[in-house]
């Protein structure tokens, strides 16, 4: 099968809509179908040779200098869409990109698959405009492209697909499927000695970590907040980069934990091995992913979480058997409980290994691939 891959978010922009597009992307390669990546032109950047990617004129905006856009359709179709035979559109966002992909399924006559990866209502505080404003024509335009465009919808977990019923999506058209979490590579003992080393870990001190992307709907500041509950040598781990880092680092200066955070910056997923293998315990206070798919790489390596009660990462944990689930207010707290009790945090560690509820790539891939069949049976 001909699929292509329309996106906002691919390679060097690193979070969780592009590894599941690169996922996806290789995935189907292996299983035999032709998958073609469309992107926002990166400048500077050159495509590797692993997926065939087509990339598309591209503008960056002052306020978010790291994410390229695509332009307009109403300027025209773009080279890199020119002489592109697709059986499938597949479109990750429902802006740019996806008013590129809903013109090209409609020019070809193909169905348009989206996958509804983001609450966009979390983030209309990044737009210029009054809330109401910006919510208000956010749900009518997330209804239409869903609703109506599409022939089928993805979403990667049941809490987001319930965003879109309240909207006035058909719950027919929508299909769970979490993002696929790749097998784990060995760790060596020296990787970890040297994660301990570069973020200044004491043996034997507790480690919470957490992986993400550092802004203002990620809730960090509850991280900040529990602190004061835990030990005194333990150490919070922020693993990521985003709008919000200077302001966070600035806060922890403020209320005089400086020294019990650490910020690592970005680290590159094949490098997060050894940080998850040097932490205690993984702190999840996010209420806006609507999957989370870091914390189900943390739970494959064998971290017990405590997660925040919102969003779909819930859905992908256990509670009392590999992690808590809290209120954001008492994650603080219950982290502090599963660190004293030593038996129970060994018992999540290892139930964590063994969770039924993170599904390999392939089983992602082969899953999706059933939706485009639906999808082009309609």
């Not at 802006?95 to 809903?102: I, K, S, T, V």
């Not at 966009?120 to 239409?144: C, D, F, G, K, N």
Request: aromatic content about 8%; glycine content about 8%.
């Amino acid at each position: 099968m001909r699929v292509g891959l329309f996106t906002e978010s691919y390679e060097p922009v690193i979070n969780g809509v592009s590894t599941s597009v690169k996922t996806l992307a290789l995935e189907l390669l292996a299983e035999g179908h032709e998958p073609t990546v469309l992107a926002p032109r990166y400048p500077g950047y050159a495509d590797s040779s692993e997926v065939p990617v087509r990339r598309l004129p591209s503008w960056v905006s002052p306020w978010n200098p790291q994410n390229p856009f695509a332009h307009s359709p109403l300027l025209g179709q773009p080279m890199a869409l020119r002489n592109l035979p697709l059986d499938v559109v597949h479109s990750q966002q429902p802006f740019g990109m996806g008013q590129h992909a809903r013109a090209m399924a409609r020019q070809l006559g193909v169905p348009l698959v989206s996958t509804f990866h983001t609450l966009y209502h979390e983030y209309t505080h990044y737009v210029p405009l009054p809330s109401a404003v910006s919510r208000w024509w956010l749900s009518r335009h997330l209804r239409l492209y869903y609703g109506h465009e599409c022939a089928q919808v993805i979403v990667p977990s049941q809490a987001t697909g319930d965003v879109l019923i309240r909207l006035g999506v058909p719950e027919s058209k929508l299909t769970v499927v979490p993002t696929g979490i790749p097998a784990l590579r060995p760790v060596l003992p020296t990787e970890i000695a040297g994660v301990r080393e570069r973020y200044r870990l004491t043996e034997g001190a507790p480690v919470l970590l957490y992986v993400g992307r550092l802004a203002r709907e990620k809730n960090i500041e509850c991280l900040f907040d529990g602190l004061r509950h835990w030990p005194a040598d333990a150490v919070l781990l922020l693993v990521g980069g985003g709008p919000a880092l200077n302001d966070l680092k600035a806060e922890a200066e403020t209320r005089g934990i400086a020294d019990r955070v650490r910020f690592a910056g970005f680290v590159p997923r094949p490098d997060l091995p050894p940080i998850f293998a040097a932490a205690t315990l993984f702190v999840f206070p996010s209420v806006t992913d609507t999957q989370g798919v870091v914390l189900s790489e943390a739970q494959s390596n064998g971290l017990p979480c405590v997660v925040a009660n919102g969003g779909g990462a819930p859905e992908f944990v256990r509670d009392g058997i590999d992690a808590l689930i809290v209120p954001p207010s008492e994650l603080g707290q219950a982290a502090a409980a599963l660190l004293k009790d030593t038996e129970r945090l060994k018992a999540f560690a290892c139930a964590a290994r063994q969770s039924p509820l993170h599904p390999t790539p392939t089983e992602m891939a082969r899953r999706i691939v059933a939706v485009y069949e639906a999808a082009r049976s309609c």
